[in-house]
């Protein structure tokens, strides 16, 4: 088996990320296309606050994930649409995925990550370093709370 991560740089790859994204968002999630899809997931070549991920097994996509380069006062930036096909779950390929947006998000020299978790992915974050604070809070009428990573 071949593991292959792409950082994301053509619109053909892009399609494939944005593929996984409705598989697992729109389709099994039932979260609202006009949320899901947005502005940072424009052309790639052109789209310069956000760089996508994009991990292909044995040459098949089948997990993806985001990373907006805007910092918040901490300095932190913002990982979202971290998504892995039903069938491949529970084999390490979300954790691939986090550490490939991670390792990005240090050579872009931010110094940490917030995001918002969905309140069943936080075993998964926390199993990546990852703290949760404050209360639970609904985005796309799905209960999250915020979660944070500062890097060493
Ligand atoms: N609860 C607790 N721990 C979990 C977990 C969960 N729901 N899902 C994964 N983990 C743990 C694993 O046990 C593993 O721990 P280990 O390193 O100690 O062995 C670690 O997290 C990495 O798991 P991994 O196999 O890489 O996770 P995955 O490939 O199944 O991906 C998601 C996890 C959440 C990305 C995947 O379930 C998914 O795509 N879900 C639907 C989309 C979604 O909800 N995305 C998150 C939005 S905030």
Known sequence: MTLEVIRIRTQDE??????IRRRVFIEEQAVDEAIEIDHHDGDPTVVTTCLHVLLLVDSTPVATGRLLLERDAAGHAHIGRVAVLPQHRGRGYGAVVMQELHDLAREQGISGITLAAQLHAIGFYESLGYVA????FQDANIDHRWMDLRFL
């Open 14 to 19: 892009l399609r494939e990320a944005l593929s």
């Open 133 to 136: 604070r404050g209360d639970v």
